[in-house]
């Protein structure tokens, strides 16, 4: 997988070592506290899954944000679709282009792994992130429908 290093910002793959970490971020995102232990024995699946790629940025050691990529053979495509399932970047770190180099890594890893395309889903409500994903070269082209299955 490319890595990307500048004077400021490193982005690299996580490892298990940085399970509290990323849980902490994935807190942050959804704005809720995740049962631990699941949490962790599916960081552990993942990582051990070579269809996904995780990656955090880092400057002085400080973590400024984190991606995950999904790989995934699509029929309807006939090809290899990556799909960003999670992005975050710490607040202190938004509006210094994390999330361009967060991104641009994801785009650069799905092109080497053969991937024709990359897609991503944001909540409904997040219009900045909207905004960041257009002006990212990212294009509104579908809609997705979630149904929950624990109250059925």
């Given at each position: 997988?490319?890595?990307?290093?500048?004077?400021?910002?490193?982005?690299?793959?996580?490892?298990?070592?940085?399970?509290d970490?990323?849980?902490?971020?994935?807190?942050?995102?959804?704005?809720?506290?995740?049962?631990?232990?699941?949490?962790?024995?599916?960081?552990?699946?993942?990582?051990?899954?070579?269809?996904?790629?995780?990656?955090?940025?880092?400057?002085?050691?400080?973590?400024?944000?984190?991606?995950?990529?999904?790989?995934?053979?699509?029929?309807?495509?006939?090809?290899?679709?990556?799909?960003?399932?999670?992005?975050?970047?710490?607040?202190?770190?938004?509006?210094?282009?994390?999330?361009?180099?967060?991104?641009?890594?994801?785009?650069?890893?799905?092109?080497?792994l053969?991937?024709?395309?990359?897609?991503?889903?944001?909540?409904?409500?997040?219009?900045?992130?909207?905004?960041?994903?257009?002006?990212?070269?990212?294009?509104?082209?579908?809609?997705?429908?979630?149904?929950?299955?624990?109250?059925?």
């Amino acid at each position: 997988m490319p890595e990307t290093t500048s004077p400021h910002i490193i982005l690299r793959p996580t490892t298990a070592q940085d399970e509290d970490t990323v849980y902490h971020l994935m807190c942050e995102l959804e704005q809720c506290e995740f049962d631990r232990l699941a949490f962790a024995k599916g960081y552990a699946l993942n990582l051990a899954n070579p269809n996904m790629h995780y990656a955090l940025a880092t400057q002085n050691n400080e973590v400024l944000g984190f991606i995950s990529l999904h790989l995934q053979y699509h029929l309807h495509h006939v090809n290899w679709i990556a799909e960003i399932q999670e992005l975050i970047i710490t607040p202190q770190a938004r509006g210094a282009g994390v999330g361009k180099r967060l991104l641009r890594w994801a785009e650069d890893t799905a092109r080497e792994l053969g991937a024709e395309q990359t897609e991503l889903s944001t909540r409904a409500t997040r219009y900045d992130a909207h905004r960041f994903y257009q002006r990212e070269g990212y294009l509104h082209t579908h809609f997705r429908f979630v149904k929950p299955l624990s109250d059925q």
